[in-house]
């Protein structure tokens, strides 16, 4: 397709540009054994500001891959970035799940998983198309392309992480968010320039200080967590997470069938005034 709480149960975490970072997130039900399976809604509006979309999203459930890309580059080039940021890193793990050694295959530990270099590989072959068709069409010049994407092998699920699209953890009555935004306004608030309430209207909010396709590469954020049953994921551009509180979000989720979440948060999004597109996937841990 196209298209915390202050016991400290979920710890704050800052993920490590080039490495894999696995993420010690205090578990809050039992499921040793039980082998897990992800299954998926998502949705894509324009919102009430914008004449088109350029927002792309990727649902691949035989694959368990998940993605959300959030393009800019005016109405040509960010569309164009977004499509093909999400049809490569399809293509690309598609093309290693069936080789003698497929990442999808192998039954190691997070720490030792060869899923996550594959994912940033992934990403990083998309940033490098994206560039190049830039370079042979001057309408596209300028083009990028924001990338928060989701990948659940067993009992692991994985992200690789450019710009500021986002991608949250429900577990139980708990929400984090766990990528963390590349964008300006981030790195006034951990300088202590400005606070989070700030930062939400601050005038840069929307300039990222990562893209994928901008330029020919591009540093890939990837972290892993232990997935617990009944785990929910978010992935979404900031069209939702600019308007939506985290409290928000995690009511939706606990409250709502999993078909119904992304409507429901893209319904709430655009009351706030839509100001830009809005995409969301929900992502439910389940038993294989």
Not at 2 to 25: I, M, Y
Not at 105 to 127: G, I
């Amino acid at each position: 397709m196209f298209g915390s709480r202050a016991n400290g149960a979920l710890r704050e975490f800052a993920s490590l540009p080039g490495a894999f970072c696995t993420l010690n997130l205090r578990p809050v039900s039992k499921t040793a054994g039980v082998r897990l399976k992800a299954l998926s809604a998502g949705l894509t509006d324009v919102g009430r500001k914008r004449s088109h979309n350029e927002d792309s999203y990727l649902i691949d459930e035989e694959l368990q891959l998940f993605v959300v890309a959030d393009g800019m580059g005016g109405h040509a080039g960010g569309g164009t970035a977004s499509r093909i940021a999400v049809e490569t890193i399809d293509k690309e793990l598609r093309g290693v799940r069936n080789s003698p050694t497929s990442p999808f295959k192998a039954e190691t530990s997070l720490q030792d998983s060869p899923l996550p270099d594959f994912l940033r590989a992934a990403v990083e072959k998309a940033c490098f198309e994206i560039y190049r068709a830039a370079q042979e069409d001057p309408r596209l010049a300028g083009m990028g392309t924001t990338v928060i994407s989701l990948c659940v092998q067993h009992q692991h699920a994985m992200f690789a992480h450019v710009g500021d699209s986002r991608a949250y953890l429900v577990r139980g009555d708990l929400i984090q968010q766990i990528s963390e935004d590349h964008s300006l306004v981030n790195e006034q608030i951990k300088a202590g320039m400005i606070t989070p309430d700030e930062a939400r209207h601050s005038r840069y909010k929307n300039i990222i200080t990562r893209s994928v396709g901008f330029e020919e590469e591009v540093q890939v954020d990837v972290m892993g967590i232990m997935l617990e049953l009944n785990d929910s994921f978010i992935l979404c551009s900031d069209g939702l997470a600019n308007l939506v509180e985290d409290r928000e979000i995690r009511e939706i989720i606990s409250t709502s069938e999993l078909k119904d979440a992304p409507k429901k948060l893209v319904d709430l999004a655009n009351e706030r005034g839509g100001d830009d597109n809005i995409t969301v996937i929900v992502v439910r841990a389940v038993p294989a």
